[in-house]
């Protein structure tokens, strides 16, 4: 398995303004991966964040809203920009450990927009 | 129809009581497959991954039928603890694309 963190652990934001989530593993892990969940709903793949090119993001999710940056092997972050109270929700990111498809998700960031 | 179809629930059975949740998957070319335990709000949990030959883990089965496309998780002698939400996630094996179902909601009752 694999030790993730996630800063910040919540945050209450304005519409307009953007907000920066860091995701730190404690190993070098090849798949890094960001999810967005919404209140009583089930996970949303937003991208895959690749190292060293550029993230590949999923239908309905675009770069200029959600950049990811994968700066190396134990480390990404994901920018939720111009943020409405619809982008309200909890970001998770997970990463893939030993090409067995076996996830493990750091523990979220609940968003909170006003 | 969605990738991933699971009964939401809630199933709220007595302690000690055996329970099984139904996942259907549409993909018929997926090819892993995972349960996940959520707790109210905390992060997914890996709980066990299915093989085709199913696998045990103490209390807990799993069980894969490629012919109808389902996977199933077993609880027996249920647990106070084991009240959370459990996901059925598959992986089509192309693009590391991994799709989560609803979750089920059990709630063990004492």
């Known amino acids: 398995s694999a030790v993730i963190s996630q800063k910040p652990s919540r945050d209450i934001c304005q519409r307009g303004t953007s907000l920066t989530i860091q995701c730190q593993v404690d190993?070098?892990?090849?798949?890094m991966f960001w999810y967005r969940q919404q209140p009583g709903q089930s996970l949303t793949l937003i991208a895959t964040?690749?190292?060293?090119?550029?993230?590949?993001?999923e239908s309905g999710f675009v770069i200029d809203k959600f950049p990811i940056s994968r700066p190396n092997l134990t480390f990404s972050t994901l920018t939720v920009s111009n943020m409405s109270p619809e982008d309200s929700s909890i970001y998770l990111c997970?990463?893939?450990?030993?090409?067995?498809?076996?996830?493990?998700f750091g523990p979220g960031t609940r968003l909170t927009v006003t | 129809r969605k990738e991933v179809e699971q009964d939401p629930g809630p199933f709220n059975v007595p302690e000690g009581a055996t329970v099984a949740f139904n996942c259907t998957y549409s993909n018929s070319a997926s090819q892993s497959f995972f349960w996940y335990r959520q707790d109210c709000r905390k992060e997914p949990k890996l709980l066990m991954s299915?093989?085709?030959s199913g696998n045990e883990d103490g209390r807990f089965t799993a069980q894969l039928n490629r012919a109808s496309q389902y996977i199933s998780l077993l609880i027996r002698d249920s647990k106070l603890s084991d009240s959370a939400t459990y996901l059925c996630v598959v992986n089509t094996d192309t693009g590391n694309q991994f799709y989560f179902g609803t979750g089920t909601s059990l709630t063990v009752i004492p």
């Open positions: 190993s070098q892990v090849t798949m």
């Open positions: 997970s990463v893939e450990v030993d090409r067995v498809y076996e996830q493990y």
């Open positions: 964040a690749n190292q060293g090119s550029e993230a590949t993001y």
């Open positions: 299915v093989y085709s």
